[in-house]
């Protein structure tokens, strides 16, 4: 094996019929892995744009993909432990970059950079905004590959007027699921404060001054609003379908959903408020449905206090009995399946309290 170095392929996230799969960056390393000692390695990607020669951060709409406190893309790989004339005899996946959920400082043919870096799991540095880590000593190796990318919409630069004010509508929208059962949960509330935290990390002092009393101002006015019964969801609906693109309609529901968990409920008013919000905003339903099933797995859904089964399945009050019983089954096989990839742990028990509620939905509908 020669020195560690890494390569990217262009190809389809999944194989399907339609062929409409999106497209990913898939990065590859193949070689020694350049450490001196053992250590419990991982591989860490992030992504830059570069096009004016000055390295600028490039966004993720997705939180799974984000730096721990920033919207920066971001996706860490554990390798494991790897001592020294240790590595790869072939090619192997040490990363992944989505461009579909990327957001770059400006639309169009874009220039941008990719950074991977080996780092130490028990010495991890300060990876801000996509840069750090050059000289620290928990950093193995840092590689660079460059590719090109077409974004169709504006980037965060060009909308940041319509980004700021959808922002405030998605606060709006979660502080209707947080209200939904009547009463502001303090952890809802907790929420949605380090939410907004978290998107405005990336700009300056200044502009993070403008953005918190922005959010803020949309986070007191939506509770008394709410409060007083006058919260219109389809007024706020109506104006993020006018001013915003997809990927901001996902990162709304994304917060939705996090509200919804905050508690540890899953509460019936809750599921119903988002089912709707995802209606009026027009988005892909199984995409909201995985967002709904990452939750749950977080949940005790045992719990008397939790919606009703229907609610927590996905079933519609105007499906006939044969619909019915192949959605039970495809549940039953999507969450058996999940159920053999989890270790022991809360997120496995909860797996195994889906597989009841829908061995419960089984018996009703049999």
Request: net charge negative; hydrophobic share 35%; aromatic share 6%.
């Amino acid at each position: 094996m020669g020195p560690f170095q890494i390569r990217t392929i262009k190809e389809k996230l999944d194989d399907n019929d339609k062929g409409d799969a999106p497209e990913v960056i898939r990065i590859e390393g193949k070689g020694l892995m350049p450490v001196s000692t053992k250590s419990k390695i991982a591989f860490v990607t992030s992504v830059l744009d570069n096009t004016d020669g000055t390295a600028k951060p490039v966004l993720s709409l997705v939180e799974q993909f984000q730096e721990e406190h920033t919207t920066c893309y971001q996706q860490i790989v554990e390798a494991g432990v790897a001592g020294p004339n240790e590595g790869y005899n072939s090619w192997v996946r040490v990363g992944v970059i989505i461009p579909d959920i990327l957001l770059p400082p400006v639309g169009g043919n874009r220039k941008l950079k990719v950074a991977l870096r080996v780092i130490n799991l028990d010495n991890p540095p300060k990876i801000s905004m996509g840069v750090g880590g050059k000289g620290h000593a928990g950093v193995h190796g840092i590689y660079v590959k460059n590719f090109e990318w077409h974004f169709d919409g504006k980037g965060y630069q060009e909308e940041a007027a319509d980004t700021d004010e959808a922002r405030g509508l998605a606060v709006k929208l979660a502080m209707s699921i947080a209200m939904a059962d009547g009463s502001l949960d303090d952890k809802e509330g907790k929420t949605i404060q380090n939410w907004i935290e978290k998107i405005i990390t990336p700009f300056s002092d200044a502009r993070q001054e403008k953005l918190k009393e922005l959010y803020n101002t949309a986070l007191r006015e939506s509770y008394e609003e709410a409060k007083a019964g006058g919260l219109s969801l389809s007024q706020i609906t109506d104006h993020l379908n006018e001013i915003s693109d997809t990927p901001q309609k996902f990162e709304a529901m994304e917060l939705c959903f996090d509200v919804m968990a905050a508690d540890g409920v899953a509460d019936e008013s809750e599921l119903d408020t988002i089912k709707s919000i995802a209606q009026a905003l027009e988005l892909d339903f199984d995409e909201i449905e995985k967002m709904r099933d990452q939750r749950l797995i977080e949940l005790n859904v045992s719990t008397e206090k939790q919606a009703s089964i229907e609610t927590i399945i996905g079933i519609e009050s105007n499906w006939e009995n044969d619909q019915i019983k192949k959605h039970l089954r495809d549940e039953y096989a999507k969450w058996n399946n999940r159920l053999n990839t989890l270790s022991e742990g809360q997120e496995r028990d909860n797996a195994q309290h889906m597989l009841d509620v829908i061995a419960k939905a089984r018996q009703k509908y049999a």
